[in-house]
Nanobody, 124 residues
Framework: QVQLVESGGGLVQAGGSLRLSCAASGVTLSSYSTAWFRQGPGKEREFVAG????????SYIDSVKGRFTISRDNAKNIMYLQMNNLKPEDTAFYYC?????????????????WGQGTQVTVSS
């Protein structure tokens, strides 16, 4: 059984940092390109960052470039999202995902496995 379990969300003030983790079981993350998505209040789920299965290539939406970093620890089978200089508009439920294939901006239809999500709230 495949499970992706996110952790690390919480409440933080604007300008602060959080590191999200996505621990996988039943699947080897390094065999997949993987990504983080988010869904804010009243919004559709959107792609945030992705990493190619080999780890050689990453991509980000413009609004998080320079602030967020996606990475993976293959030995631990965990994916991370380091989020710095957080802004109130980053408030959302964040989901990790294992993809069928990698693209620069993944879509929800590209996702094979979803995690259950973790809440990130940024106060002004």
């Amino acid at each position: 059984q495949v499970q992706l379990v996110e952790s690390g969300g919480g409440l933080v003030q604007a300008g602060g940092s959080l590191r999200l983790s996505c621990a996988a079981s039943g699947v080897t993350l390094s065999s997949y390109s993987t990504a983080w998505f988010r869904q804010g209040p009243g919004k559709e789920r959107e792609f945030v960052a992705g990493i190619l299965w080999s780890g050689e290539t990453t991509s980000y939406i413009d609004s998080v470039k320079g602030r967020f970093t996606i990475s993976r620890d293959n030995a631990k089978n965990i994916m991370y999202l380091q989020m710095n200089n957080l802004k109130p508009e980053d408030t959302a439920f964040y989901y990790c995902a294992a993809l069928y294939y990698y693209t620069a901006v993944s879509r929800t239809n590209d996702v094979r496995f979803w995690g259950q999500g973790t809440q990130v709230t940024v106060s002004s």
